[in-house]
């Protein structure tokens, strides 16, 4: 069983919707949870980390920790053009800090 | 300008022509990793560097060697590259681990015939 299980879509949707990205982990060690986005041949940028279960919010972007469930989620509202992109959920923290492990990565595109 | 910063951008070699892919980072980061991105497969960590002369492996180390000397370089090696490692590598580095923050470079799209 893979440590990070992602959907890869593709994801297509019209602008302005609210997109649902979402990844099941295996391992309960894990204590960090990020999500990148990835525009096409660019390296990946961190958009947002969670420490443990909870919600975090940034501008049109929220992400959410269910331990209990090993399921974390990042929610885009009002999508733009702008954030087509690939979406990586990478988790870390587990037998140590240099190790960060990726989902594969789901591919959004925002039709205007 | 804070970077991590991968040479060669493109490259294309022969089987068994040893190489390396040179990764450097101006943020004073401790931590240093690479990785190799494919499609289906998403991004698979290789090995990983906790600071100067401390590295582990990452879950697909096998056919490469890394070295972190310098606290900036962290350089990935392909001793006898085979076709199988053509793909798309990212290094990336952190402040105090991958756990937070990761600063991703470029890309090194790597083409072994």
């Known amino acids: 069983q893979k440590e990070v299980e992602q959907d890869p879509g593709p994801l297509s949707v019209p602008e302005g919707a609210i997109v649902s990205l979402n990844c099941t982990y295996s391992?309960?060690?894990?204590?960090?949870f990020m999500w990148y986005r990835q525009y096409s041949r660019k390296g990946p940028e961190l958009l947002m980390y969670?420490?443990?279960?909870g919600n975090k919010e940034d501008g049109r972007f929220t992400a959410q920790v269910d331990k209990s469930s090993k399921y974390i989620s990042l929610f885009i509202r009002d999508s733009q053009p702008s954030d087509s992109a690939t979406y990586l959920c990478?988790?870390?923290?587990?037998?140590?800090?240099?190790?960060?492990?990726f989902g594969q990565g789901t591919i959004l595109t925002v039709h205007p | 300008e804070a970077q991590v910063t991968q040479n060669p951008r493109y490259l294309i070699t022969v089987t068994g022509k040893k190489l390396t892919v040179t990764c450097s980072q101006n943020?004073?980061?401790?931590?240093m990793s690479w990785y190799r991105q494919d499609p289906g497969l998403g991004l698979r960590q290789i090995y990983y560097?906790?600071?100067?002369?401390?590295?582990d492996k990452g879950d697909v180390p096998e056919g490469y060697k890394v070295s972190r000397k310098e606290k900036r370089n962290f350089p990935l090696i392909l001793e006898s590259p085979s076709p199988n490692q053509t793909s798309l590598y990212f290094c990336?580095?952190?402040?105090?681990?991958?756990?937070?923050?990761?600063?991703f470079g470029q890309g090194t799209r790597l083409t072994v015939v």
């Open positions: 560097s906790m600071n100067v002369e401390v590295t």
């Open positions: 391992n309960s060690a894990f204590q960090y």
């Open positions: 990336a580095s952190g402040k105090q681990g991958m756990n937070t923050e990761a600063f």
């Open positions: 990478a988790i870390a923290g587990g037998t140590s800090y240099g190790k960060l492990t």
């Open positions: 943020m004073n980061h401790e931590y």
């Open positions: 969670t420490y443990s279960s």
